[in-house]
């Protein structure tokens, strides 16, 4: 997961918009997300997973999340 957004956070040097974050960590997890579903339909396996990712970029919190996982501030 980390390998795939940290790929997906590359700006060979520009700054990032709020928009070019989400953007990446919505590509990267798609590609998570299409990469464990081929692998549980390759295995036959009917098991779940979830994540949830926080970021700090630009002095911003970004939070992303698959499945029914969440996140809770405090």
């Known amino acids: ?18 928009a070019d974050i989400v953007a990446a960590l919505k590509e990267a997890f798609s590609a998570i997300n299409a990469a464990v ?9 009917t098991s ?3 994540a949830t990712i ?7 919190l970004f939070v992303a999340q698959v499945g029914n996982s969440r996140a809770m501030l405090n």
Do not use: E, P
């Open 37 to 45: 579903r081929d692998l549980k339909i390759s295995r036959k396996d």
């Open 48 to 50: 779940v997973s979830t």
């Open 1 to 18: 997961v980390y390998k795939k957004i940290n790929q997906s956070l590359k700006n060979d040097g520009q700054t990032m918009t709020d």
């Open 54 to 60: 926080a970021i700090i970029l630009n002095r911003a």
